[in-house]
């Protein structure tokens, strides 16, 4: 398991975009997609396609987990992570899509 931090940028006092540190040297942006329900993660400093999706699979398993856990029966379902854009040298973006209970 990845040490996950979520950390608020100390040069913003609101941030547009969500941000997570990972293991202390990984960085990553989330925000909501705009078609459905879902996050899109851009991943910095990431070693391999391979790393980046399993840093976003335990990232979207807790935030399954927590929803699930406090909302009263109104549940979040993966339907797919898919990993979208590749800079090899910069970040990788992975897009989480999820459905809300037993929705469709």
Known sequence: MSAIKFYIPKDLTIPIELRIKVNDNIDIYYKG???GFG???TIYDVN???EAMKIVKE???IMEREHNESQHGVSWRTVSLEMVKTNWDFYKTVIWKYR???SY
Do not use: P, R
Request: glycine letters at 6%.
């Open 33 to 35: 997609i705009d078609n």
């Open 39 to 41: 996050f899109e993660f």
């Open 48 to 50: 391999s396609d391979e």
């Open 59 to 61: 990232i979207t398993d």
């Open 100 to 102: 809300v209970g037993d």
